[in-house]
């Protein structure tokens, strides 16, 4: 399974993105103006689609947001929510950290592709 986390408050794909992966994105008022769309004509999110916003003190801040929200984002997509291991994360809005690079690396996740617009996590 691949999921997005979407970490820039002002990404304008947010749609287009949920037509192909669930989605955890920053909640911005962008955001949820999509996301409140697709709730009304697609339903509540789940563990195989939809968009999940999560509150966060700096928008600014992506690499901690990201770092914070990897455990829901593995709690809800993961093993135990879908049968299957999160396969594949692509990260929007920051670039993979050495301290990305280890949180992520503690959920299964050792190949790192670097994006136009953040970059592509692969589990073994």
């Not at 691949?2 to 669930?22: F, G, K, N, S, W």
């Not at 999560?54 to 770092?67: I, L, P, T, Y």
Request: charged share 25%; aromatic share 8%; proline share 3%.
């Amino acid at each position: 399974m691949t999921v997005a986390i979407v970490l820039d408050p002002a990404y304008l794909e947010l749609e287009r993105l949920a037509e192909q992966m669930p989605i955890w994105a920053v909640d911005s008022a962008l955001h949820r103006g999509v996301a409140e769309r697709l709730w009304l004509t697609r339903g509540m999110a789940d563990a195989f689609q939809g968009i999940t916003l999560f509150k966060v003190s700096d928008e600014r801040d992506a690499e901690v947001n990201c770092a914070n929200i990897i455990g829901e984002v593995d709690l809800h997509h993961g093993i135990y929510s879908s049968g299957s291991r999160v396969a594949t994360l692509k990260v929007i809005g920051t670039k993979p950290s050495n301290r990305l690079l280890e949180e992520l690396g503690a959920y299964g996740f050792v190949k790192f592709e670097p994006t136009i617009d953040g970059f592509v996590a692969r589990a073994e």
